[in-house]
C-alpha cells in the first residue's frame, strides 16, 4: 500500500537559518508528488508538486523540493527561514492511476526570532 | 474568486446527534473530498466523489455520510455512529484527477459535547 512518511513531528530552527523538510514516501511507480502548508486552524495551501521532468521543483513562498527516485524522497527545502514559515507542512502522494491523494503525519515547524 | 467555502467553521454537538457539514465549491471541479484531521495522524480520506450521484468510501468511511447532487455540493453528515466525531474536518477538490492538486477549504471544526 501507499504510504508517506514524516519522519520529523517537530523541528525549531531560527530565522535565517536553512530548512529540510524530509517526506519519503512507499510506491511502487512513479508518483505524483505535492507539499502543502497549514497555518493554524486553516486548510492546506499547495507548496509545490512534482509530476515529472526536471527533479528540482520551485514552489512558492522561496522553497523547492528535490525527487530523489533512488531514495524515495522528496524533501522540502528552504535556503533561509522567516518567522512567517511558522506552520504545519505536509507531504502528499498521489498514485496516477487512482483518485487518492496519502497525506503524511506532518511536520510542524518553529522559528526563532 | 474561485475557492471552496466551508460551513460552519466551528460546530458543537450534543451525543447522539447528528451534524451536516457543508461543503460548495466553484471552481468547477470534478472531483471532491472529505478529510478528518487529528492532531499528529495527519489527513485522513472519509469519502471521495469523482462525479455527480456517485461518491466511494475513504479509509474513515464507518460513522459518517455524504451526498454529490451536484456537481458544486459535498455536504458530510458525522452521524451517531461515529464513536469519536470530534476533530477539524477539512473539505477538497481538484479539477483534473490525473495530474491536479487538490485544493483545500479552510476547514470545520466539529466538537462534541
Known amino acids: 500500500a501507499q504510504s508517506v512518511t514524516q519522519p520529523d513531528i517537530h523541528i525549531t530552527v531560527s530565522e535565517g537559518a536553512s530548512l529540510e523538510l524530509r517526506c519519503n514516501y512507499s510506491?511502487?511507480?512513479?508518483?505524483?508528488l505535492f507539499w502543502y502548508v497549514q497555518s493554524p486552524g486553516q486548510g492546506l495551501q499547495l507548496l509545490l508538486k512534482?509530476?515529472?521532468?526536471?527533479?528540482l521543483v520551485q514552489g512558492i513562498k522561496g522553497f523547492e523540493a528535490e525527487f530523489k527516485r533512488s531514495q524515495s524522497s522528496f524533501n522540502l527545502r528552504k535556503p533561509s527561514v522567516h518567522w512567517s514559515d511558522a506552520a504545519e507542512y505536509f507531504c502528499?502522494?498521489?498514485?496516477?492511476?487512482?483518485?487518492?491523494?496519502?497525506f503524511g503525519t506532518g511536520t510542524r515547524l518553529k522559528v526563532l526570532a | 474568486d474561485g475557492g471552496i467555502t466551508q460551513s460552519p467553521k466551528y460546530l458543537f454537538r450534543k451525543e447522539g446527534q447528528n451534524v451536516t457539514l457543508s461543503c460548495e465549491q466553484n471552481?468547477?471541479?470534478?472531483?471532491m473530498y472529505w478529510y478528518r484531521q487529528d492532531p499528529g495522524q495527519g489527513l485522513r480520506l472519509i469519502y471521495y466523489?469523482?462525479?455527480?450521484?456517485?461518491?466511494q468510501k475513504g479509509d474513515i468511511a464507518e460513522g459518517y455520510s455524504v451526498s454529490r447532487e451536484k456537481k458544486e455540493s459535498f455536504p458530510l453528515t458525522v452521524t451517531s455512529a461515529q464513536k469519536n466525531p470530534t476533530a477539524f474536518y477539512l473539505c477538497?477538490?481538484?479539477?483534473?484527477?490525473?495530474?491536479?492538486?487538490?485544493?483545500f477549504g479552510e476547514g470545520s471544526r466539529l466538537t462534541v459535547l
Open positions: 471552481l468547477n471541479h470534478d472531483a
Open positions: 512534482y509530476f515529472s521532468g526536471d527533479t
Open positions: 466523489s469523482q462525479i455527480v450521484n456517485d461518491f
Open positions: 477538497a477538490s481538484v479539477l483534473n484527477q490525473g495530474t491536479g492538486e487538490l485544493f
Open positions: 502528499a502522494v498521489k498514485n496516477s492511476g487512482t483518485y487518492k491523494y496519502i
Open positions: 510506491y511502487g511507480a512513479t508518483p505524483y
